[in-house]
């Protein structure tokens, strides 16, 4: 019978790569592929900014595809990143909500056009060096489990991929832990055994969200008022951009005491200043939801919810609203609950499904 063959997205890191090996020990017809998505054509750029997807990584995933002896090829996304991930970016922080472009990098690039170029290619599957692992339920669905290692998770980011991506995709290194994937990469003597881990959005390296959005834009993003919770105006902000939901740190605000971001109102430029307590809420409001393990939303389902990549999960309930819309209560406040970012509902370590966070709810 002829071997399986997949296609791996290579990013040049070490858990891409180990990944690339364990399908090739376990019997597949191995294909790498690393996705060229970095803007600028200037190659100095490029190699000073490109991240995960610069000169260095599109090197260093051909230098471990030449280790391993299989076929490698750089494809060009470009266009559906900026489209997909940078546009979408900067329309979500004109609006005063906080978007989290890796969901939207991995449900429209690295899986729907990568996984639509490799079926094309004749692939069976694609694989990727994400620490979650795919699951074939009873019921016929495909979903994704936590990985083994608790604290490497990215199921959250995950949530968003469909049916048909999760039946073509395949996540070896889900089933190890961080030092078990560097210990192999060690041993098969691998060029990126010891690459330090990619930390940053790739299209925005020096963490700069709001000076990367005025470049993007023809009139930068202007200043306005900070008010308080009664609409008393306590200062000037630098622009809506520069705050999310939460923030305490770098708000220039002499009050004598720790005072949080509570609110963005694009529509009147304004900053909403709080205190601790402003910025806890018992319920969100989500939508465009996505089911993985459930077709569809159980009236008054009870779920552990993740309300951003870090947040360990709340328990609560969640309830439909309309035919896209839920809402989710939580049995405790939770803090800081951000319009823009995704909430994921998890059962023990299986996720259910998620949504984009529309607002906080009392």
């Not at 900014?49 to 595809?65: H, I, Q, S």
């Not at 390296?205 to 990367?212: I, L, R």
């Not at 009664?230 to 720790?258: C, D, E, F, S, W």
Request: glycine share 8%; net charge neutral.
């Amino acid at each position: 019978m002829a071997k399986k063959r997949v296609v791996v997205g290579m990013s040049g890191g070490v858990d891409s790569s180990v990944a690339a090996r364990l399908l090739q020990k376990a019997g597949y017809e191995v294909i790498g592929a690393t996705m060229q998505i970095w803007q600028e054509e200037d190659p100095a750029a490029v190699e000073e900014n490109g991240g995960c997807c610069g000169l260095t990584a599109v090197e260093d995933a051909r230098r471990v595809a030449r280790h391993l002896d299989i076929p490698h090829y750089v494809m060009n996304f470009k266009r559906e990143f900026q489209e997909q991930v940078i546009d979408y970016f900067v329309k979500e922080y004109i609006k005063g909500r906080t978007p989290n472009p890796c969901i939207a990098c991995n449900r429209y690039v690295k899986w729907e056009s990568l996984l639509k170029r490799s079926l094309e290619l004749g692939a069976d599957y694609i694989a990727t060096g994400h620490y979650a692992r795919v699951r074939l339920l009873d019921n016929g669905r495909y979903t994704l489990q936590a990985a083994a290692s608790a604290q490497k998770d990215q199921t959250y980011a995950l949530y968003s991929l469909t049916q048909h991506q999760l039946a073509h995709t395949l996540m070896p290194v889900g089933d190890y832990t961080k030092e078990e994937i560097r210990q192999i990469a060690q041993e098969i003597g691998l060029p990126v055994a010891q690459k330090p881990d990619s930390q940053e959005i790739c299209f925005v390296p020096d963490g700069d969200y709001a000076a990367f959005i005025d470049q993007t834009l023809a009139n930068p993003i202007p200043a306005g008022n900070f008010v308080d919770t009664k609409g008393n105006v306590i200062g000037r902000h630098q622009g809506i951009t520069h705050y999310t939901i939460g923030q305490r740190k770098g708000l220039r605000l002499a009050m004598g005491h720790p005072v949080f971001v509570a609110a963005i109102r694009p529509e009147s430029n304004e900053v909403v200043i709080g205190e601790s307590g402003d910025i806890f809420s018992l319920a969100l409001r989500c939508s465009h939801l996505n089911w993985m393990a459930c077709e569809d939303l159980k009236e008054g389902m009870a779920v552990t919810a993740k309300i951003r990549y870090n947040h360990r999960g709340a328990s609560g309930s969640i309830y439909r609203v309309s035919r896209d819309e839920a809402i989710c209560r939580f049995e405790e406040p939770q803090r800081a609950v951000t319009p823009g970012q995704a909430v994921v509902f998890y059962r023990g370590d299986t996720v259910l499904g998620g949504g984009t966070i529309e607002e906080a709810l009392q």
